[in-house]
């Protein structure tokens, strides 16, 4: 009988607080997730969204084994073609990957249940985005990157003024929070496996807004994509959702969700670096502001919020690494 010998080797990560080591022996790869921080979200919710997600027929990493105890869960290894890495090959199909990435979407957005037993044997419901969350998360910007750019003195007041903006944005959202919402929807996150898509990252799922995946995946801070392509995609979403969505409803969320989580990524990654010292991420955010001026230049609705970021953050500003 041939033994099976097995080697770890670990792999890059993300954001989070996990560690992924990738699996092999003559059998079949795997990947182990670990984690110690938060870690019922990266462990425990993680599996359930993606048990909720396969049982729905979306392609989610499988469970192969779990030891809660020790801070680790074995999962499905999708290899490592992204959507992100097929995006940048010379002469990739772009609109083809993404209208493949929007179909997926629909399948996600297409589930209604939001209940599922945890392999604890504990059922786990996907909480509400309520808008006190997407106002905590957007408050990032004012809680970790006003103060880079902001003498002490102007600070308190100019972060009173861009979270006052920021809640009179999301009170002027229209749709309804009745949507499987993955919330790190972007190319990066998204696997090309056995000729088909599969997500993965999806711990933080929510029932929210379902413009909230569309702008993760359009207005993404990983991979610049130029306005023809933003438009081509977001049609081809319209198209497919005509009967489902009122089209001025949906731009309206849209765009005020795209700008609010650029701003919390700008947060985001500015806590990254302050915090955890994790400088790589500092890069993107030229690009988020980039995306948040693009979504702001024509629509009343952000003239407030657009003339406190443009008096108090120029162009030399937006263009530090």
Sequence with gaps: MKSIKSTLKKIKGDASFRSFYRKTNNKKNSIIVYATKEKAKNLLIYDA????????????????????????????DFGDETVYKLLRKKGSNKISLYKKSIDLLG???????????NFNGKNYKVPIYKNNKL????????DWYTQNHTSKKKLQTLNIEINKQIKFLISNLKLKNDTLVHRDFHVSNLMKYKKRLATIDTQDALIGNRAYDLASLIDDVRFKSNKKLKDNIYNYYL?????????????????????IRNMKIIGIFSRLAARDKKMTYLKLIPHAWKLIEFRMQSNQIFDGLKRILDINFPKKIRNLK
């Design 239 to 259: 198209k497919l959702n005509d009967d489902k969505v009122n089209k001025v409803i949906l731009l309206n969320d849209f765009e005020i969700l795209s700008v």
């Design 49 to 76: 969204i993606n048990s909720l997600l396969i049982e729905n027929k979306v392609i989610a990493p499988k469970l192969y084994k779990e030891n809660y105890k020790q801070n680790f869960i074995e999962i499905e």
């Design 135 to 142: 106002f905590k998360e957007a408050k990032l910007f004012s």
């Design 107 to 117: 399948k996600i957005q297409k589930i209604k249940q939001n209940k599922i037993k």
